[in-house]
């Protein structure tokens, strides 16, 4: 082409050319426009459940399971103590020099539970023989008890490090050999000392200034009947605040009348 052409010879020019359809008069940016989105294809249907395993095949869910299992196949509280000593799952085990179990009589009617063991009881293996513990006989031997008439535990089995207060896992993992301790003695008073150890037994949130004084029902799945419960203050505190000792003579007083059939004074 040398010139202008005009528009019909333009238009035969262009069907020679194989140009046969008009578009539009506007340029279109194919590439930004948006892409229509391509079928989604519906999902096989899902097959059947396989059928759930029996007990015995099912893994235990974690430490706490564990813990549960071991002591509930103990039939005698020698027997839960050997369970304890196979238990691994508590983080405390590993940084201990003994487990720490109980003491007392294991047909006591009453159970005194308090936090942790301490380091002479880590070093001996044996709860409440440390300065704690030493006050602690001579606050019984105040209104006639001692050790052949009580059982006495902690809601942990191993020491913390630098006696620091125990983690809610590790009270966990220690809580059913508690329970099952519990049980297996089957008592008619249970005493829990300080705060962690009220807080743990009793499912009570208050101080155990609030908490002394009154008495709450204990029961497990296995106990044949509750057991009466309240707290009073860890002789670990008297030895800070020996304020209070007097508190706790008047509680003691009052656990002691009610094991002995009498009505404690108001």
């Not at 899902?46 to 007990?55: F, G, K, V």
């Amino acid at each position: 082409m040398t010139g202008p052409m005009a528009p019909r010879d333009l238009l035969a020019w262009y069907l020679d050319a194989g140009v046969d359809e008009a578009i539009g008069d506007r340029p279109v940016n194919r590439y930004a426009a948006v892409a229509r989105p391509a079928p989604v294809a519906e999902p096989p249907p899902a097959p059947d459940p396989a059928p759930p395993l029996p007990a015995a095949a099912r893994a235990p869910s974690g430490p706490v399971q564990t813990a549960y299992d071991l002591a509930a196949a103990a039939a005698s509280v020698e027997a839960l103590g050997r369970a304890l000593e196979s238990f691994d799952d508590c983080p405390l085990k590993k940084t201990a020099t003994n487990l720490v179990f109980c003491d007392g009589s294991e047909t006591a009617r009453l159970i005194m539970i308090g936090e942790a063991p301490g380091a002479e009881e880590d070093r001996q293996g044996c709860p409440f023989v440390g300065p704690s513990g030493q006050l602690l006989d001579r606050m019984l031997a105040s209104v006639g008890l001692d050790r052949t008439q009580v059982l006495i535990s902690n809601t942990v089995f191993w020491r913390p490090p630098g006696n620091r207060t125990p983690t809610t896992a590790e009270i966990a993992a220690c809580l059913p050999f508690v329970e099952r301790l519990i049980e297996l003695v089957d008592p008619a008073f249970l005493v829990a000392l300080g705060g962690a150890a009220a807080k743990t037994l009793l499912a009570r949130n208050e101080s155990v200034g609030k908490l002394r004084g009154k008495w709450f029902p204990y029961s497990t799945p296995r106990l044949p009947r509750p057991v009466q419960a309240t707290a009073t203050y860890h002789p670990a505190y008297l030895l800070r605040s020996p304020a209070q000792k007097r508190a706790v003579w008047r509680d003691l007083l009052a656990i002691k009348k009610k094991m002995t059939g009498d009505e404690p004074e108001a």
